[in-house]
């Protein structure tokens, strides 16, 4: 803390008098000083009086969960399909409503991982993707892949 910010903070809190000075708590903030300002009820940064926004984390983290979440809905008309568009995952196919390329399942596929297993890595992802990738790629699509659940 720059003793020049202190000096600055004693003459801006000089107005209080000594009753009030003893009686406010004064807090740290980013290398300045914050105090609850008795006229305005709110806590403000004391030489430039800005106000501080009390935010309460476990709110901020509510709110991104729910995002997330959201992010995460797939349209039920993009379930069990494949996509090609360009300019999403290198123009390579994609499982529909998602940004995860057939080659990642397909190589988790040939290392004899199972439909559950797949799904651990890609929750996202439901039988019906596994199982439409399955069929399209038929051809290159290892035979060890069981399509029950």
Do not use: C
Request: hydrophobic share 40%; net charge neutral; proline share 5%.
């Amino acid at each position: 803390m720059p003793l020049q910010h202190l000096r600055e903070v004693k003459e801006n809190l000089q107005h209080l008098g000594d009753d009030l000075w003893a009686k406010t708590t004064l807090y740290l903030l980013n290398r300045r000083v914050v105090f609850l300002n008795p006229e305005t009820d709110q806590k403000e940064e004391v030489v430039s009086g800005q106000g501080i926004l009390q935010i309460p984390l476990e709110v901020v983290r509510g709110d991104m969960e729910r995002a997330v979440h959201a992010l995460r809905q797939r349209d039920e008309t993009t379930i069990g399909r494949i996509t090609h568009r360009r300019g999403l995952a290198n123009n390579k196919p994609v499982i529909a409503g998602t940004r995860i390329p057939v080659k990642s399942i397909k190589a988790f596929a040939r290392e004899g991982y199972t439909i559950n297993d797949i799904r651990e890595q890609y929750p996202v992802l439901t039988d019906l993707d596994i199982q439409a990738l399955a069929l399209s790629f038929s051809t290159s699509f290892p035979s060890s892949i069981s399509l029950g659940s």
